[in-house]
C-alpha cells in the first residue's frame, strides 16, 4: 500500500489522467496502433500492481507479466517502422504511467518481485526462442521432437545412455530438492533416510545399466542382450517416457536449487519464490506451446517474437531493479514527470514523422497529435508540480477547490495554445512551397505559441 504522501491530492490525480487520455487520443489519431499499445501499458501496470498480493495474485501476476510483455512485443513489431514503434512504445510508457499516477507508485516489494519475474521469464523466453529456432532449423515441429527424443543416440548404446541421464536427473532432484518442502521438522530424520534410500538406489540403479552396456559392448553376451534390449531401444513409447522423466527431474532440480537460494537469503516468514517462478514458467510455456501447435505458424517469427520477448523482459528485470533503489532511497522520480517526459517524447516523434511541409491531411493529423501531446505534457508537469507541492504542504486531503482553479487556470492556457500553433503550422505549410521567408515567419509564431505557452504554465 502507499504512503499517505505518495501522490497527488484526488482532484489533481484525475485533472492528470484527462490529460494523459487526451494526449493518448491525440496520437492515436494520428498512429492507430497507440490504442492497442495503451492498453498493453494498462495491462503492465495491473500486472505489478497484483504482486503486492497474497501468493495467488503474485503467481497469477507472474503468469500474467510475460504474456502481456508478448503483446507489447507483437504490437510494436507491427508498427511497421521505427517511427510506428517509437509511438507504439511511447503508448505503453504513457498508460502503465498514468495507472500509477492514479493508483499510487508500486511498493518496493512489488517492484522486486516484477524484477524477479520478468529474469525468471526472460531466461525460459530464451530457451523457448532456442527451441523455436531449432524448430526452424528442422523444418517443423514433429522433426525437432524426434531429435530431442533420440538425442542419446539409437540403438541399445542409446538407450543404455538415456537410462543413465535419465537416472542421474532424478537423483539430482532428489539431492537438491529440500526437506523442507515435502516434511515437516518432526518428520526430517525419517524423509532424511528415505532420501539417502533413494539416492542409493540411483546409484545402484546407474551401476547396473554401466555394467550391462560393459557387457554388452565388450563381451561376447551380446547377442544374448541384443534380442531382449533391440525392441525396447526402438521403441518410441519408451524414448518419450526417459525424455520426459530426464525433462521434470531437471526442471524440479532447477526449481529446487532456485527455491533453496532464496530460502536461504530471505529473513521473513513468507516466500513468493516458488508462485513467481512457476507462474513464470506457465506464462511462457503455454503461449509458446499455443502458438506451436497451430499448424500455419512460421518458426521463424515465432524464434524472434520470444528472442525480442527475453531482451525485453531482461531490461524489464534491471529497469524494475533499478526504480525499486531509486524508490528505497526516495530519489525516484514521480509519475507526474514521467509521463509529461512520455507525452513530449510522443509528441516529438509525431512530429517527425512528417516528411515535408504540406497543407494536406497527414500533415494536420501529425501537428494536431504534435501540439495537443505537447501541450498535455506541459500541462501535466505544471500541474503535477502543483498538486506534489500541495500533497507536502497540505496533505493527500488538501481542498478542492484551489486545484479545480489550478486545473482550470492550466488547460486554459494549454488549450488556446494549440489553436495557435496549429495555425502557425499551417501558414508555415501554404506559404513553404513559394515563400522561404513567410514560411520561416510561420513556424516562428507556433514555436513562440508553445514557448509562450510553457512559460504562462511554468510561471
Same mark, same amino acid.
Given at each position: 500500500?502507499?504512503?499517505?504522501?505518495?501522490?497527488?491530492?484526488?482532484?489533481?490525480?484525475?485533472?492528470?489522467?484527462?490529460?494523459?487520455?487526451?494526449? !493518448?487520443?491525440?496520437?492515436? =489519431?494520428?498512429?492507430?496502433?497507440?490504442?492497442? @499499445?495503451?492498453?498493453?501499458?494498462?495491462? +503492465?501496470?495491473?500486472?505489478?500492481?497484483?504482486?503486492?498480493?497474497?501468493?495467488?495474485?503474485?503467481?497469477?501476476?507472474?503468469?500474467?507479466?510475460?504474456?502481456?510483455?508478448?503483446?507489447?512485443?507483437?504490437?510494436?513489431?507491427?508498427?511497421?517502422?521505427?517511427?510506428?514503434?517509437?509511438?507504439?512504445?511511447?503508448?505503453?510508457?504513457?498508460?502503465?504511467?498514468?495507472?500509477?499516477?492514479?493508483?499510487?507508485?508500486? !511498493?518496493?516489494?512489488?517492484?522486486?518481485?516484477?524484477?524477479?519475474?520478468? &529474469?525468471?521469464?526472460?531466461?525460459?523466453?530464451?530457451?523457448?526462442?532456442?527451441?523455436?529456432?531449432?524448430?526452424?532449423?528442422?523444418?517443423?515441429?514433429?522433426?525437432?521432437?524426434?531429435?530431442?527424443?533420440?538425442?542419446?543416440?539409437?540403438?541399445?548404446?542409446?538407450?543404455?545412455?538415456?537410462?543413465?541421464?535419465?537416472?542421474?536427473?532424478?537423483?539430482?532432484?532428489?539431492?537438491?530438492?529440500?526437506?523442507?518442502? =515435502?516434511?515437516?521438522?518432526?518428520?526430517?530424520?525419517? @524423509?532424511?533416510?528415505?532420501?539417502?534410500?533413494?539416492?542409493?538406489?540411483?546409484?545402484?540403479?546407474?551401476?547396473?545399466?554401466?555394467?550391462?552396456?560393459?557387457?554388452?559392448?565388450?563381451?561376447? &553376451?551380446?547377442?544374448?542382450?541384443?534380442?531382449?534390449?533391440?525392441?525396447i531401444a526402438a521403441s518410441t513409447f519408451v524414448r518419450g517416457l526417459l525424455t520426459i522423466a530426464t525433462g521434470s527431474a531437471v526442471a524440479v532440480a532447477v526449481l529446487a536449487l532456485v527455491v533453496r537460494k532464496s530460502w536461504l537469503e530471505t529473513d521473513g516468514y513468507r516466500n513468493p519464490t516458488v508462485p513467481?517462478?512457476?507462474?513464470?514458467?506457465?506464462?511462457?510455456?503455454?503461449?509458446?506451446?499455443? +502458438?506451436?501447435?497451430?499448424?500455419?505458424?512460421?518458426?521463424?517469427?515465432?524464434?524472434?517474437?520470444?528472442?525480442?520477448?527475453?531482451?525485453?523482459?531482461?531490461?524489464?528485470?534491471?529497469?524494475?531493479?533499478? /526504480?525499486?533503489?531509486?524508490?528505497?532511497?526516495?530519489?525516484?522520480?514521480?509519475?507526474?514527470?514521467?509521463?509529461?517526459?512520455?507525452?513530449?517524447?510522443?509528441?516529438?516523434?509525431?512530429?517527425?514523422?512528417?516528411? !515535408?511541409?504540406? &497543407?494536406?491531411?497527414?500533415?494536420?493529423?501529425?501537428?494536431?497529435?504534435?501540439?495537443?501531446? &505537447?501541450? @498535455?505534457?506541459?500541462? !501535466? /508537469?505544471?500541474?503535477?508540480? /502543483?498538486?506534489?507541492?500541495?500533497?507536502?504542504?497540505?496533505?493527500?486531503?488538501?481542498?478542492?477547490?484551489?486545484?479545480?482553479?489550478?486545473?482550470?487556470?492550466?488547460?486554459? =492556457?494549454?488549450?488556446?495554445?494549440?489553436?495557435?500553433?496549429?495555425?502557425?503550422?499551417?501558414?508555415?505549410?501554404?506559404?513553404?512551397?513559394?515563400?522561404?521567408?513567410?514560411?520561416?515567419?510561420?513556424?516562428?509564431?507556433?514555436?513562440? @505559441?508553445?514557448?509562450?505557452?510553457?512559460?504562462?504554465?511554468?510561471?
Amino acid at each position: 500500500m502507499s504512503a499517505p504522501d505518495d501522490r497527488v491530492p484526488s482532484t489533481t490525480r484525475w485533472g492528470i489522467a484527462l490529460a494523459a487520455l487526451v494526449g !493518448t487520443v491525440a496520437l492515436a =489519431v494520428h498512429d492507430p496502433m497507440v490504442a492497442p @499499445a495503451a492498453l498493453v501499458g494498462t495491462g +503492465v501496470a495491473a500486472t505489478i500492481g497484483l504482486f503486492a498480493g497474497p501468493h495467488r495474485r503474485i503467481s497469477a501476476a507472474a503468469m500474467l507479466l510475460p504474456t502481456v510483455v508478448l503483446g507489447g512485443v507483437a504490437v510494436v513489431g507491427l508498427g511497421g517502422g521505427p517511427i510506428r514503434a517509437l509511438t507504439s512504445a511511447v503508448g505503453i510508457l504513457v498508460a502503465s504511467v498514468t495507472c500509477s499516477v492514479v493508483r499510487g507508485r508500486p !511498493t518496493p516489494s512489488a517492484l522486486r518481485r516484477t524484477g524477479e519475474a520478468a &529474469l525468471c521469464s526472460a531466461v525460459v523466453a530464451g530457451g523457448a526462442a532456442l527451441l523455436a529456432f531449432g524448430i526452424d532449423a528442422l523444418s517443423g515441429p514433429a522433426p525437432m521432437i524426434d531429435a530431442i527424443l533420440w538425442l542419446t543416440g539409437e540403438g541399445v548404446s542409446g538407450l543404455l545412455v538415456g537410462l543413465v541421464v535419465t537416472i542421474a536427473a532424478i537423483a539430482c532432484a532428489l539431492l537438491f530438492v529440500p526437506l523442507a518442502a =515435502v516434511t515437516v521438522p518432526s518428520r526430517g530424520d525419517s @524423509a532424511h533416510k528415505a532420501r539417502n534410500a533413494l539416492l542409493l538406489a540411483a546409484g545402484i540403479a546407474i551401476s547396473i545399466v554401466v555394467a550391462i552396456a560393459v557387457l554388452t559392448v565388450l563381451s561376447p &553376451l551380446i547377442a544374448l542382450f541384443e534380442p531382449v534390449l533391440e525392441p525396447i531401444a526402438a521403441s518410441t513409447f519408451v524414448r518419450g517416457l526417459l525424455t520426459i522423466a530426464t525433462g521434470s527431474a531437471v526442471a524440479v532440480a532447477v526449481l529446487a536449487l532456485v527455491v533453496r537460494k532464496s530460502w536461504l537469503e530471505t529473513d521473513g516468514y513468507r516466500n513468493p519464490t516458488v508462485p513467481i517462478v512457476v507462474g513464470s514458467v506457465l506464462g511462457i510455456t503455454l503461449p509458446f506451446v499455443g +502458438v506451436t501447435g497451430v499448424g500455419s505458424f512460421d518458426p521463424a517469427v515465432v524464434a524472434a517474437l520470444f528472442a525480442a520477448a527475453a531482451v525485453v523482459l531482461g531490461v524489464g528485470w534491471l529497469a524494475a531493479w533499478l /526504480y525499486e533503489g531509486a524508490v528505497v532511497r526516495g530519489e525516484a522520480p514521480g509519475p507526474e514527470l514521467v509521463l509529461a517526459a512520455g507525452l513530449a517524447g510522443g509528441s516529438i516523434v509525431a512530429g517527425a514523422s512528417v516528411e !515535408t511541409v504540406a &497543407l494536406e491531411r497527414e500533415t494536420i493529423r501529425a501537428g494536431t497529435a504534435t501540439f495537443v501531446a &505537447l501541450a @498535455a505534457a506541459l500541462f !501535466t /508537469y505544471d500541474v503535477g508540480r /502543483y498538486g506534489r507541492t500541495l500533497a507536502t504542504e497540505v496533505g493527500a486531503d488538501a481542498s478542492r477547490r484551489p486545484q479545480v482553479v489550478r486545473l482550470g487556470w492550466s488547460g486554459t =492556457v494549454a488549450v488556446v495554445g494549440i489553436p495557435i500553433a496549429i495555425l502557425g503550422l499551417a501558414g508555415a505549410a501554404v506559404l513553404a512551397p513559394t515563400l522561404s521567408v513567410p514560411a520561416t515567419a510561420g513556424v516562428i509564431v507556433a514555436v513562440t @505559441a508553445t514557448v509562450g505557452g510553457t512559460w504562462l504554465l511554468f510561471r
